[in-house]
Nanobody, 127 residues
Framework: QVQLVESGGGLVQAGGSLRLSCAAS????????MGWFRQAPGKEREFVAA????????KYADSVKGRFTISRDNPKNTVYLQMNSLKPEDTAIYFC????????????????????WGQGTQVTVSS
């Protein structure tokens, strides 16, 4: 089993920045894909970014490309999501997820296929 705990959410003004963290514990492997998803009220959960714990492959949703950066610190079993130039439409609960499958990172954009999920952290961007 893998446990994921997100942190770093909060309230920020438009144009500001936040860094989310996802700490993993339990049985993790270096070939896992770690993803960030978000869900706004009344909307479906949507993909934000993904990274494989080994190598440098990353994938971003078009809506966050150039503003968000996903990174990892393997010795700390932690994945980060640096969010810059935040917009009110980025307001959502952000979830961290882990995928054990060997699929390519560029294909890991759907919630189906991720095996483990954190409880989420709220990000609110005021205008």
């Amino acid at each position: 089993q893998v446990q994921l705990v997100e942190s770093g959410g909060g309230l920020v003004q438009a144009g500001g920045s936040l860094r989310l963290s996802c700490a993993a514990s339990g049985r993790t492997f270096s070939n896992y894909i770690m993803g960030w998803f978000r869900q706004a009220p009344g909307k479906e959960r949507e993909f934000v970014a993904a990274i494989r714990l080994s190598g440098s492959s990353t994938k971003y949703a078009d809506s966050v490309k150039g503003r968000f950066t996903i990174s990892r610190d393997n010795p700390k079993n932690t994945v980060y999501l640096q969010m810059n130039s935040l917009k009110p439409e980025d307001t959502a609960i952000y979830f961290c997820a882990a995928d054990r499958s060997p699929r390519a990172v560029v294909s890991a954009t759907t919630a189906i296929g991720y095996d483990y999920w954190g409880q989420g952290t709220q990000v609110t961007v005021s205008s």
